[in-house]
T-cell receptor
Framework: KAGVTQTPRYLIKTRGQQVTLSCSPI?????VSWYQQTPGQGLQFLFE???????NKGNFPGRFSGRQFSNSRSEMNVSTLELGDSALYLC???????????????FGPGTRLTVL | AQSVAQPEDQVNVAEGNPLTVKCTYS??????LFWYVQYPNRGLQFLLK??????LVKGSYGFEAEFNKSQTSFHLKKPSALVSDSALYFC????????????FGKGTMLLVSP
């Protein structure tokens, strides 16, 4: 089974621009979660999508948004980029069936975003 | 609210020696606990998880973790460390019901010397 894929792997943008990151989950997984990883803040949860609906959201400004398509692929968008948005953005997929003990999150390789 | 603490920023161990990476948790109810490993410029790789049952959980690459409810700990262990185990290790928790969202510790860098 193919793992979680994220594109692009690396991005360089300038302040004020916007960016869209893409994530394709493991086949059969309906939940996609996004995390931001920085040296200072560690791993922070952005949001989770399940069956095309956002069902959980972290404490990030509205500049960070996402969506999920009917094939479970997800995109994350950051508008009006700031220097502090430079980070590794990780996507994780799972079945989304939180009540079961098989619901493990599997992570993609991440997208390294650099904002200049 | 959930929280996970990894009290050590770095753990140094010689190859062949046993290793322990510490994790303590503060979770209401029965926790779901996870360990992930991250190699440079890579995503997180799942190692093992505790849901319920045996307190000793075995995972990938020879790693295991011991769940201790009285000490609210979930330490990661391996009997004999390899240089290739050098990486960043994250402990995480998730509520037993509801969303899948993981709360991570800050991470512990494991350095295994030859």
């Amino acid at each position: 089974k193919a793992g979680v894929t994220q594109t692009p792997r690396y991005l360089i943008k300038t302040r004020g621009q916007q960016v869209t990151l893409s994530c394709s989950p493991i086949s059969g997984h309906r939940s996609v979660s996004w995390y931001q990883q920085t040296p200072g803040q560690g791993l922070q949860f952005l949001f989770e999508y399940f069956s095309e609906t956002q069902r959980n959201k972290g404490n990030f400004p509205g500049r960070f948004s996402g969506r999920q398509f009917s094939n479970s692929r997800s995109e994350m968008n950051v508008s009006t980029l700031e220097l502090g948005d430079s980070a590794l953005y990780l996507c994780a997929s799972s079945t989304g069936l939180a009540a079961t003990n098989v619901d493990t999150q599997y992570f993609g390789p991440g997208t390294r975003l650099t904002v200049l | 609210a959930q929280s996970v603490a990894q009290p050590e920023d770095q753990v140094n161990v010689a190859e062949g020696n046993p290793l322990t990476v510490k994790c303590t948790y503060s979770v209401s109810g029965n926790p779901y606990l996870f360990w992930y490993v991250q190699y440079p410029n890579r995503g997180l790789q799942f190692l093992l998880k505790y849901i319920t049952g045996d307190n000793l959980v075995k995972g990938s690459y020879g790693f295991e973790a011991e769940f201790n409810k009285s000490q609210t700990s979930f330490h990661l262990k391996k009997p004999s460390a390899l240089v290739s185990d050098s990486a960043l290790y994250f402990c995480a928790s998730r509520p037993p019901s509801g969303y899948s969202t993981l709360t991570f510790g800050k991470g512990t860098m494991l350095l295994v010397s030859p």
